[in-house]
């Protein structure tokens, strides 16, 4: 059974960074295809995809985020981080870390962590 657990939220002001961390545990995906990626739900809101990170190396972010986020991902760690800077209000928001392995499609994630709250003080 794949394990994701996310780490690394918590409440910074506005133009502040944070680094979320998702430790992924019951999956060896150093030679697999895979698609992982970071979403978010802020209060009232649906659920958005935030950036995908896939095993060709192809990286997606929402236009929100563009020019402030990275994902990337330690393969010998099985980590994947979403580097969050110049931080805004409206990126406050439970942050999920998702899954999917055997293909590279991240369209639909198979595994999803339990999140971590980002919190953006104006």
């Known amino acids: 059974q794949v394990q994701l657990v996310e780490s690394g939220g918590g409440s910074v002001q506005a133009g502040g960074s944070l680094r979320l961390s998702c430790a992924a545990s019951g999956y060896t995906y150093s030679s697999s295809s895979y698609c992982m990626g970071w979403f978010r739900q802020a209060p009232g809101k649906e659920r958005e995809g935030v950036a995908t990170?896939?095993?060709?190396?192809?990286?997606w972010y929402v236009d929100s985020v563009k020019g402030r986020f990275t994902i990337s991902r330690d393969k010998a760690k099985n980590t994947l981080y979403l580097q969050m800077s110049s931080l805004k209000p409206e990126d406050t928001a439970m942050y999920y870390c998702?899954?999917?392995?055997?293909?590279?499609?991240?369209?639909?994630?198979?595994?999803w962590g339990k999140g971590t709250l980002v919190t953006i003080s104006s």
């Open positions: 990170l896939d095993s060709g190396a192809r990286t």
């Open positions: 998702a899954a999917r392995y055997g293909s590279t499609w991240c369209g639909t994630m198979s595994y």
